[in-house]
């Protein structure tokens, strides 16, 4: 398996990094996504990327979330960290925290979108309360090779099916599909299983029956199980897919 998404340089996992990852390795997964957020979490990421070589991949570019007024220092600072990164990431727009910047959080998107076509690299894609805006920026940047994972899907297949229209994205499932009034089990019945990637997010969105606790990348095989239950699929199948999903979009093992 691949966790596509997880932050194993959070501080929540300083006291026992190397058994988490031994975990991990342990239940299965070959290769874990480390998403970016901003200047704060840079040296952190960095050493984890250190750490764990070759299992660890690094991306880089601004959350969303921590676009603010010194956006344009921050961009220039991600941007002189892209070396050797597998992705762009993570990048996107939120207005549920806060819709104060949402202006330059479109800009910073549509730079960071420019990015990823000038390095020919995939987006990794948080979007939360702002579907209209992200759809908008999408046809607005859409270029030929467009490419990413729209990370912590909870919304409809139809959104996903428009973000389509203007790249090749995949759908980031993770504990959410455990919870049980998730309306996301019956979304991902509709999605071509060559459109979907595993991830945690961890530490945060722990899968059922871990939720509420620091969430792993080794629970990563409780959302594939949970993700076959609901497409009335086979777990080995679902896995074997989802992983093919991964190594593909982020050239791994290939270099
Ligand atoms: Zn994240």
Same mark, same amino acid.
């Given at each position: 398996m691949i966790d596509t998404h997880v932050h194993l340089y959070d501080q929540a996992f300083d006291p026992d990094r190397d058994l988490v990852v031994a975990r991990a390795k342990q239940a299965g997964v070959r290769h874990c996504i480390l998403p970016a957020i901003d200047k704060s979490t840079f040296r952190a990421q960095n050493k984890c990327l250190e750490l764990y070589p070759g299992f660890c991949h690094k991306a880089s570019g601004l959350h969303p979330t921590s676009v603010g007024r010194d956006y344009r220092q921050e961009l220039d600072f991600a941007y002189s960290k892209?070396?050797?990164? +597998?992705?762009? &990431?993570? +990048?996107g727009l939120d207005?549920?925290? #806060?819709?104060?910047?949402m202006d330059e959080q479109i800009l910073a998107l549509e730079e960071q979108v420019q990015w990823a076509r000038e390095l020919d690299l995939p987006l990794i894609i948080h979007s939360r309360s702002a579907f209209p805006g992200l759809l908008a920026t999408l046809k607005k940047c859409s $270029?030929?090779?467009?490419r990413g994972i729209l990370h912590a899907w909870s919304s409809s297949a139809e959104i996903f099916r428009e973000a389509n229209r203007y790249g090749y994205f995949l759908m980031g499932i993770g &504990? +959410?599909?455990?919870?049980?009034?998730?309306r996301l089990a019956e979304v991902v019945k509709?999605?071509?299983?060559?459109r979907i990637v595993l991830e945690t997010d961890a530490p945060w969105l #722990?899968?059922?029956? $871990?939720?509420g606790q620091r969430n792993e990348s080794a629970y990563l095989e409780h959302i594939a199980r949970e993700l076959a239950k609901a497409r009335n699929d086979n777990p080995d199948r679902v896995i074997e897919h989802t992983t093919q999903n991964a190594l593909s979009l982020f050239l791994l093992e290939k270099k």
């Open positions: 892209l070396e050797g990164a +597998v992705a762009i &990431g993570e +990048v207005a549920y925290w #806060s819709r104060e910047f $270029f030929p090779g467009m &504990g +959410v599909i455990t919870y049980r009034n998730a509709d999605i071509d299983l060559a #722990s899968p059922v029956p $871990f939720r």
